[in-house]
């Protein structure tokens, strides 16, 4: 999967280089700006705290569908709820724009889940799992999605599928705002040491590509300080412990 922009603007700073391993979840990986001459601001910068640790920022996510995604534990096979992405640090909700897969397809790593939309740019959504997918629980066209919501529910044997003909979540899922807080909340007290010091800028994040992410390994970065920015354009490939992905701008 690209962690593609969904903005407009320019690499002020890239905060952690090629190659880095073990990053976390919500740590602020690329610094940028709207306008091209803001650049040079950022020659030395560096965050002056500590990202928010990651079991903040994931946490919310991981334990939503645990209780949006198993009404009753002992009624239904083991299995993994897939969950609205945050695919910007201010995203809250998004649109499911064109669902790829239906109930008893099979997904790997890299297989296109779906396009959502944003307020900013319709991207691509891949599975970082191997599983099957059991129910589809947020149909195709539907708008105003919070993040943390269940979408799919994927189990690891195809014989399992069955058993969700009829699955419905029994409780609603985390508000958005508790799962994506801490990530926008992380990046103001990270990427701003003195607000009035740098000209307005945007941390882009170590993003969640599972629910049970919580560092990325930073295979290859695609951009440079002073590249511009454009919806859709490829920051770099992130590996998880299942699966080497694209990051794609947001912004």
Same mark, same amino acid.
Do not use: R
């Given at each position: 999967?690209?962690?593609?922009?969904?903005?407009?603007?320019?690499? &002020?700073?890239?905060?952690?280089?090629?190659?880095?391993?073990?990053?976390?979840?919500?740590?602020?990986?690329?610094?940028?700006?709207?306008?091209? %001459?803001?650049?040079?601001?950022?020659?030395?910068?560096?965050?002056?705290?500590?990202?928010?640790?990651?079991?903040?920022?994931?946490?919310?996510?991981?334990?939503?569908?645990?209780?949006? &995604? %198993?009404?009753?534990?002992?009624?239904?096979?083991?299995?993994?709820?897939?969950?609205?992405?945050?695919?910007?640090?201010?995203?809250?909700?998004?649109?499911?724009?064109?669902?790829?897969?239906?109930?008893?397809?099979?997904?790997?790593?890299?297989?296109?889940?779906?396009?959502?939309?944003?307020?900013?740019?319709?991207?691509?959504?891949?599975?970082?799992?191997?599983?099957?997918? &059991?129910?589809?629980?947020?149909? +195709?066209?539907?708008?105003?999605?919070?993040?943390?919501?269940?979408?799919?529910?994927?189990?690891?044997?195809?014989?399992?599928?069955?058993?969700?003909?009829?699955?419905?979540?029994?409780?609603?899922? &985390?508000?958005?705002?508790? %799962?994506?807080?801490?990530?926008?909340?992380?990046?103001?007290?990270? %990427?701003?040491?003195?607000?009035?010091?740098?000209?307005?800028?945007?941390?882009?994040?170590?993003?969640?590509?599972?629910?049970?992410?919580?560092?990325?390994?930073?295979?290859?970065?695609?951009? *440079?300080?002073? +590249? *511009?920015?454009?919806?859709?354009?490829?920051?770099?490939?992130?590996?998880?412990? *299942?699966?080497?992905?694209?990051?794609?701008?947001?912004?």
């Amino acid at each position: 999967i690209g962690w593609e922009s969904q903005e407009d603007g320019y690499v &002020a700073a890239i905060l952690v280089p090629d190659g880095s391993e073990q990053v976390p979840v919500g740590k602020p990986v690329i610094i940028i700006v709207d306008d091209a %001459a803001d650049v040079a601001a950022f020659a030395n910068y560096t965050p002056s705290s500590p990202p928010a640790p990651p079991a903040a920022a994931a946490a919310p996510a991981a334990a939503a569908p645990a209780a949006a &995604a %198993a009404p009753a534990a002992s009624s239904y096979p083991s299995h993994t709820a897939l969950q609205m992405p945050a695919l910007s640090p201010t995203m809250t909700t998004g649109n499911i724009a064109t669902l790829k897969v239906k109930v008893g397809d099979k997904l790997s790593p890299g297989d296109l889940i779906c396009d959502i939309e944003s307020d900013k740019a319709t991207i691509g959504w891949e599975s970082q799992e191997d599983g099957y997918v &059991a129910a589809i629980l947020v149909p +195709d066209g539907s708008e105003q999605v919070p993040v943390g919501k269940p979408v799919i529910i994927i189990v690891d044997d195809a014989a399992d599928v069955a058993a969700f003909a009829n699955y419905t979540p029994s409780s609603p899922p &985390a508000p958005p705002a508790a %799962a994506a807080a801490p990530a926008a909340a992380a990046p103001a007290a990270a %990427a701003a040491p003195a607000a009035s010091s740098y000209p307005s800028h945007t941390a882009l994040q170590m993003p969640a590509l599972s629910p049970t992410m919580t560092t990325g390994n930073i295979a290859t970065l695609k951009v *440079k300080v002073g +590249d *511009k920015l454009s919806p859709g354009d490829l920051i770099c490939d992130i590996e998880s412990d *299942k699966a080497t992905i694209g990051w794609e701008s947001q912004e």
